[in-house]
Every structure is written in C-alpha cells, then in structure tokens.
C-alpha cells in the first residue's frame, strides 16, 4: 500500500522528525536530492485558486527531477462531474504521486483509498499539513528544538490550521495553545487525536477562550498573532515578545 499524507498525524513522531532533518539537509543541498529523476511526473490538482502552494509544489517536484503536472481540475472532466474513484485510476497508471487541493476532507479520502501511488494534501478544509511541516521548519531554524516549547494559535481554533497545528505540533512534542471563541474551538476528534499523541510524545494541548493568557511564553510572532485575533473578532491586542 502506498504511504499517503493526508493529514498530520499520517507521521509519526520519528517520521516527522526525519523529514524535518531531511528537509534541513536539503536546503543546504538544493539540487542533491534528485530522487524524482527521470523525471517522473507528480501531478498536482487545483479545485481551490492557488499562487504560493502551486508554485512551491511545482518548484519542489522539478527541483527533486520531477515533472510537475499542475491542473486545474474545473478544466477536466473531474470539473464535469467525473468520479473521484476514476480520477485515481487515471492517475495511478501515469503518474508517481498526486497532491490535491481540495474541499472537504472526505474526497482526499476517497482518492487515497482507491490510488496506487502516494496522495498528499495540499490543503482541505479540515487540514494544511503541508504547511504546518514548513512552519516547523521554521521553528526549528529560529529557535532549535521543537520538543517542550510552546505554540499559540490565535483565530477559528475550527479551522483546517488549528488543527494540523494541533496534530503536527504535538507530534513534534511541543505544547500547543489554541486560543478562539468557544463557538470557534477545534474539533472532538482532532482534539482527542492530538491527546493522544501528546500522551506519547510528552506534549500537550490546551483549548482557551482567552488569547492574552494563550500567549504568555509562546514562541510565536506577535504581530501574526494580533492578526488573526482581530480577524476573529476579538478587540484589537498588544502583545510583545
């Protein structure tokens, strides 16, 4: 069966922690990792518009020596009401991996469950683990090790964010803080997930309505922070680091 990355918690902790180390070695080496070579094609389906995550992905695969098949799937018989069983057939006789963004959570589902070949999420309404990878990353430059630190998220704690920063972060052992209104807090099921993990990992979650206590002694940017409380609709907060 192939290894899909459907949401954050599709790695374990070991396996995070060496595509992390890994995605390190590679910015050192940006072209030493030709391991698409040949190349081979990675198709990459857009139902969503796109700028940055159709460029990263198409960058990224021609840089591993890959070819980047980018499509809009509106132009498609998939736009035309096209199954998503029939999708995965097509591709899996021509291409090495296929990346999706999409809507609900169900159809990336669906198209992993009768592909051949490895299916990614490149955004769903449920989850960004893609994302939440590159901003472990970036913790990791700035402040070294993931494990034990704390990370707030300040916004709809129901959002696809909120919960890959919920999975992603306690799989790398961090403590994850999501501050929303109460009618905003994450899912049962991604909460309970995430308890899950953190009771392995040694990281924790904490669910709040109070975004000023959610960021005492987080490692996050304030300016970011103060963003996205106020396009919750919380009053405006000053907060410094």
């Known amino acids: 069966m192939p290894k899909h990355f459907l949401?954050?918690?599709?790695?374990s902790p070991a396996e995070q922690a060496a595509v992390l180390e890994l995605a390190e070695e590679m910015k050192k080496d940006r072209f030493g990792y030709r391991t698409l070579a040949g190349p081979l094609p990675v198709a990459v389906l857009f139902d969503k518009p796109s700028l940055r995550t159709r460029v990263s992905f198409a960058v990224g695969i021609a840089?591993?020596?890959?070819?980047?098949?980018?499509?809009?799937?509106?132009?498609?018989?998939?736009?035309?009401?096209?199954t998503i069983e029939d999708v995965a057939r097509v591709m899996s006789a021509q291409v090495a991996a296929v990346a999706w963004r999409t809507f609900e959570q169900e159809r990336i589902e669906a198209l992993a469950g009768a592909s051949a070949v490895p299916v990614i999420n490149a955004l769903t309404d449920q989850f960004h683990p893609c994302q939440i990878l590159a901003d472990l990353q970036t913790i990791r430059?700035?402040?070294?090790?993931?494990?034990?630190r704390t990370l707030t998220f300040l916004g709809d704690g129901s959002s696809n964010m909120a919960h890959s920063y919920l999975l992603g972060g306690v799989t790398a052992g961090m403590n994850v803080r999501i501050a929303a209104p109460e009618s905003l807090h994450p899912s049962r099921e991604v909460r309970a997930a995430a308890d899950r993990i953190a009771g392995q990992t040694g990281g924790g979650t904490e669910i709040t309505a109070d975004p000023g206590?959610?960021?005492?002694?987080?490692a996050?940017?304030?300016?970011?922070?103060?963003?996205?409380?106020?396009?919750?609709?919380?009053?405006?907060?000053?907060?410094?680091?």
């Open 220 to 241: 996050t940017s304030a300016a970011l922070s103060c963003f996205l409380a106020i396009d919750s609709g919380w009053p405006t907060l000053q907060l410094s680091r």
């Open 63 to 82: 840089e591993l020596g890959g070819y980047p098949l980018v499509i809009d799937t509106q132009t498609t018989h998939f736009g035309r009401g096209e």
């Open 141 to 148: 430059a700035h402040f070294g090790s993931l494990a034990g």
């Open 7 to 11: 949401r954050d918690d599709d790695l």
């Open 213 to 218: 206590a959610a960021c005492t002694g987080a």
